[in-house]
């Protein structure tokens, strides 16, 4: 089937998880329930990790942290199944499924069956904590979204808006003191030129090499470029975020991008400075939406 075996961040899983799953992560962003991206222990179609009995042989089935309770009342308030296994498998994580999802192998589907009945699907008889029962994941879906779209401020899923996904693994090192650019192809990198009305772009940018007490600044700016003119800095004041060790952080970009003036080209750009003569960028994801 079309909708199963879809590629999605290191694995493969079913239409049901790649629709849902990067909302129900802005939600816990938006929240403040987590810093960066939801951390994906396993996904769909293997049947390699004898502890998960066979519910993870086709699609919805889905390991994750962090998985508090607040975490977890928000993937059941998107209509997911999501549970907390931490007390029961060496590995801390959640696992759940969108409820209703089609995708399900004949383990999970018992798992499913088990939870409409409030029992948590382990051996015993425990039950379903927390908020239950919860919508079908498509009807959750359609229920949430406008919500977290107000909330954000951009009109992301307007007819005229446009996906920005942008990903690369190839190392950057980055310069010592001066301030640089983080590039895209060995190029500055410009995610968004010309004007928007609504640019709602998350970077995640994954350093390693930093030393004890170094850091990375990341900031988005907006430079005007002309043919044979020096870029021009409109950025302000920048407000930078910090990473203090290796790993990943995101940095946010959500408002218009004004129009250059005539002859000049407006572009959105994310920059860097760091004290490390050592860092360097492992990874560079971008993702969002931009109106046209």
């Known amino acids: 089937m079309a909708e199963e075996r879809i590629p999605f961040r290191g694995g493969l899983t079913c239409s049901c998880v790649v629709k849902s799953l990067p909302f129900v992560e802005k939600d816990l962003q938006q929240r403040g329930l987590i ?22 042989a086709r699609g919805g089935c889905t390991d994750v942290a962090p998985f508090n309770a607040a975490v977890i009342d ?21 696992h759940g499924w969108p409820y209703k999802c089609p995708h399900l ?20 008889g425990a039950q379903v904590q927390g ?58 990198s410009t995610v968004v030129f010309d004007s928007s009305k609504g640019v709602d772009c998350t970077a995640t940018i994954v350093v390693g090499g930093l030393k004890p007490g170094e850091t990375v600044d990341l900031w988005w700016g ?26 990943g952080i995101q940095v946010r970009y959500a408002e218009p991008l ?10 959105l750009r994310l920059f860097y400075k760091t004290d490390s003569a050592t860092a ?10 931009k109106l046209v």
């Open 35 to 56: 810093n960066g991206s939801i951390r994906i222990f396993q996904l769909g179609y293997r049947t390699d990790v004898d502890a998960s009995a066979g519910t993870h």
């Open 131 to 188: 908020r239950w029962p919860v919508l079908p994941w498509n009807e959750a879906f359609d229920k949430m979204v406008p919500t977290l779209i107000s909330q954000l401020g951009v009109p992301l899923m307007a007819g005229n808006a446009v996906p920005i996904r942008i990903t690369y693994h190839d190392d950057q090192a980055l310069t010592p003191v001066v301030v640089g650019r983080v590039n895209v192809k060995q190029g500055g």
């Open 280 to 289: 360097m960028i492992v990874q560079r994801k971008f993702r969002g939406w």
């Open 258 to 267: 004004e129009k250059a003036a005539a002859g000049w080209t407006a572009c």
């Open 105 to 124: 192998s004949a383990a999970a589907q018992q798992q499913e069956d088990d939870w409409d009945r409030k029992d948590a699907g382990l051996v015993g």
């Open 74 to 94: 928000v993937w059941r308030q998107w209509g997911w199944t999501m549970q907390d296994r931490s007390p029961f498998f060496a590995d801390d994580h959640a």
């Open 222 to 247: 907006v430079e005007w470029k002309k043919d044979g003119s020096k870029d021009q800095d409109k950025t302000g004041t920048p407000v930078p975020v910090t990473l203090h060790e290796d790993g």
